[in-house]
């Protein structure tokens, strides 16, 4: 069995495996996708940090069920070529795992966005129609 030698080579082999799962492993490029999206919507719509570090708790939540579910349905291939209800199983529950997960992050982001939260409600092209207090003051100092 090979064994990383150092750090680096742990950190390449994790990387290495994140990004095979990303070139065949279609739902895991969905999840990427919508995970680019709900986080621009975040940025968008003035997120605070707390509700920004609770949108990539979630949408990372889903990402690891997803790599967890890829991990698990490469080993029973690789110990099975044939049917096996077993085998059926096993990766019946970790695609129920992913479910629970991507239905989790959609819950959360269905409860935030009608809980009336004061950023929700303000996209960030919406500017305040006060000026700015630099404005404010350069004005007043000038008269």
Not at 56 to 73: D, K, M, Y
């Amino acid at each position: 069995m090979l064994r990383p030698k150092t750090p680096v080579d742990s950190f390449r082999h994790a990387l290495n495996g994140l990004l095979l799962s990303f070139k065949t492993q279609r739902h895991l490029r969905i999840h990427f996708v919508v995970a680019v999206l709900v986080l621009g919507a975040g940025f968008v719509y003035r997120l605070n940090r707390a509700e920004l570090l609770l949108l990539v708790g979630a949408i990372s939540f889903v990402i690891l069920a997803e790599l967890l579910n890829t991990a698990l349905e490469t080993v029973v291939d690789l110990v099975t070529t044939d049917y096996h209800p077993l085998a059926r199983v096993a990766k019946d529950v970790a695609a129920g795992a992913v479910l629970v997960a991507a239905v989790n992050a959609a819950l959360f982001g269905l409860v935030w966005s009608n809980s009336g939260s004061a950023s929700a409600s303000r996209p960030r092209w919406r500017t305040e129609s006060r000026p700015s207090r630099w404005v404010s003051s350069c004005c007043s100092s000038c008269s």
